[in-house]
């Protein structure tokens, strides 16, 4: 398993730093709770 962090789609804030198995190819989209934007928002995969 390898880390990745996650930004916010919002307002692009880094803010949490998840881990994703090897074998999956596609990058991660997880709904997160974002403390900049004040809210609930999708969190994108970056690299």
């Known amino acids: ?3 990745v962090p996650l930004s916010c789609d ?3 804030n880094r ?3 998840v881990p994703k ?5 596609s990058r991660l989209q ?3 709770y ?3 934007c004040n809210e609930h928002t999708l969190h ?3 690299k």
Do not use: I, V
């Open 1 to 3: 398993m390898k880390k």
């Open 34 to 36: 974002c403390s900049r």
């Open 15 to 17: 803010n949490y730093n």
């Open 44 to 46: 994108k995969e970056s």
């Open 21 to 25: 198995h090897n074998n999956q190819s």
């Open 10 to 12: 919002k307002c692009g």
């Open 30 to 32: 997880l709904k997160k």
